[in-house]
């Protein structure tokens, strides 16, 4: 099993560039999440799903907007990229909420410039 | 709200050292609590877990025994390997609506040196 993938690996954007960060997991975990992660910090949620159509605003949300259509797949969509989105995201999921395990992706290291 | 405080780092230990990274959380009644390990370049994964007071997790040479007397979650091993070269993350579920994410804390960095 693949587990959780993420792509790309690394981008750069410019200030005001538009993208998407894939997410796909082949677990058929019907819970699935976005965070961040910053220098020297935990990890924040952005984004969250509880299944495929359904999804949820975060710790952190603002700037960026996902979607749910299958339960395999959960892209994060940056719009109007600011400096402030520079980090590193990790997509996760889970088969149950709150006490399960979460399998995390690779991650992305984003930087906006 | 939740929160959770973990050991600042970074930790430096020779090999076959003994580890402890402390952490002490604030929540509402008595959650799971998890520690996570992230390798370099790679994402989070789950190193070890309890689910209830007095509970010890164990995994790879860790332990952490859940304190619900002094709400916290140590970890530790006896004696470290280069291998274990990682940033620890201490973590337990939000207890507000939906419980859905994890509260982790800052993580703490630790370097093996042969």
């Known amino acids: 099993n693949a587990g959780v993938t993420q792509t790309p690996k690394f981008r750069i954007l410019k200030i005001g560039q538009s993208m998407t960060l894939q997410c796909t997991q082949d677990?058929?975990?019907?819970?699935m999440y976005w965070y961040r992660q910053d220098p020297g910090m935990g990890l924040k949620l952005i984004y969250y799903?509880?299944?495929?159509?359904?999804?949820d605003k975060g710790e952190v949300p603002n700037g960026y907007n996902v979607s749910r259509s299958t339960t395999e797949d959960f892209p994060l969509r940056l719009e109007l990229a600011a400096p402030s989105q520079t980090s590193v995201y990790f997509c996760?999921?889970?088969?149950?909420?709150?006490?399960?395990?979460?399998?995390f992706g690779p991650g992305t290291r984003l930087t906006v410039l | 709200g939740d929160s959770v405080t973990q050991m600042e780092g970074p930790v430096t230990l020779s090999e076959e050292a003994c580890l402890t990274i402390?952490?002490?959380?604030?929540?509402?009644?008595?959650?799971?609590l998890f520690w996570y390990v992230q390798y370099p370049g790679e994402g989070l994964q789950l190193l070890l877990k309890?689910?209830?007071?007095?509970d010890k997790g164990s995994n790879k040479g860790f332990e952490a025994t859940y304190r619900k007397e002094t709400t916290s979650f140590h970890l530790e091993k006896g004696s470290v390997q280069v291998s274990d070269s990682a940033v620890y993350f201490c973590?337990?579920?939000?207890?507000?609506?939906?419980?859905?994410?994890?509260?982790f804390g800052k993580g703490t960095k630790l370097s093996v040196i042969p």
């Open positions: 799903s509880v299944g495929a159509g359904i999804t």
């Open positions: 677990m058929n975990h019907n819970y």
């Open positions: 309890a689910t209830k007071a007095d």
């Open positions: 402390n952490c002490t959380y604030t929540a509402t009644g008595y959650p799971s």
């Open positions: 973590a337990l579920p939000y207890s507000g609506a939906g419980s859905y994410q994890l509260t």
């Open positions: 996760a999921s889970s088969r149950l909420r709150g006490v399960d395990e979460q399998f």
